[in-house]
């Protein structure tokens, strides 16, 4: 299976920051990577397809990036509702595979 | 709008069984490919298993092959996943997944997800 490894595993930072978040893969995907932002006890809301293509209706603060096995979501000017965890996943293999997330915390 | 509402989760003796449902709306159920994934408490994501559109093809994760089973019913517009044999690692939040709408061939993201069915392993 492919592995997913994201970093950091837990990022502080304050409203207004601009932050980014790493995933790696230990092989190449392409570019076949989406994001996910989980918020505590709610449902993974998705968020960006084939590496930097933005879901209809998720804010342009949040943007990807990367192809091969280095991917990065970047928030451009973090916002209240931005805290929460966030995890990438490849669909290159059927057997699918997730990141372990990346808690992003208020300073 | 895109529903999904899974059902039938609840508390099951290690060694038993368990069948999950998802009942789906607001989408032309046959067109998309579905899939299940679960989240033990305090984890992350893991996917378990998708059906294809048509049902001809199931894929399953190592850690339930042989054990659960997934199906569904294009008549009543669900998603269902026989869970046999069930172990403590099982104990999660299952929750159904519809493929989105720019996928790879067969493989894809997932772009709507249900409220999720909590899975509970103990004796």
């Known amino acids: 299976d492919i592995q997913m490894t994201q970093s950091p595993s837990t990022l502080s930072a304050s409203v207004g920051d601009r932050v980014t978040i790493t995933c790696r893969a230990s092989?190449?995907?392409?570019?076949?990577l989406a994001w996910y932002q989980q918020k505590p006890g709610r449902v993974p809301k998705f968020l960006i397809y084939?590496?930097?293509n933005l879901e209809s209706g998720v804010p342009s603060r949040f943007s990807g990036s990367g192809s091969g096995t280095e991917f990065t979501l970047t928030i451009s000017s973090l916002q209240p509702d931005d805290f929460a965890t966030y995890y990438c996943q490849q669909y290159y293999s059927h057997s699918y595979t997730f990141g372990q997330g990346t808690r992003l915390e208020i300073k | 709008e895109v529903q999904l509402v899974e059902s039938g989760g609840g508390l099951v003796k290690p060694g038993g069984s368990l069948r999950l449902s998802c009942a789906s709306s607001g989408f032309s159920f046959t067109t998309y490919a579905m899939n299940w994934v679960r989240q033990a408490p305090g984890k992350g994501l893991e996917w378990v298993s998708s059906i294809s559109s048509s049902s001809t093809f199931t894929y399953y994760a190592d850690s339930v092959k042989g054990r659960f089973t997934i199906s569904r019913d294009s008549a009543k517009n669900s998603l269902y996943l026989q869970m046999n044999s069930l172990g403590a690692e099982d104990t999660a939040v299952y929750y159904c997944?519809?493929?989105?709408?720019?996928?790879?061939?067969?493989?894809?993201?997932?772009?709507?997800w249900g409220q999720g069915a909590l899975v509970t392993v103990s004796s």
């Open positions: 997944a519809r493929e989105g709408n720019h996928c790879r061939s067969t493989s894809c993201y997932f772009d709507h």
């Open positions: 084939e590496a930097s």
């Open positions: 092989q190449s995907i392409s570019t076949w």
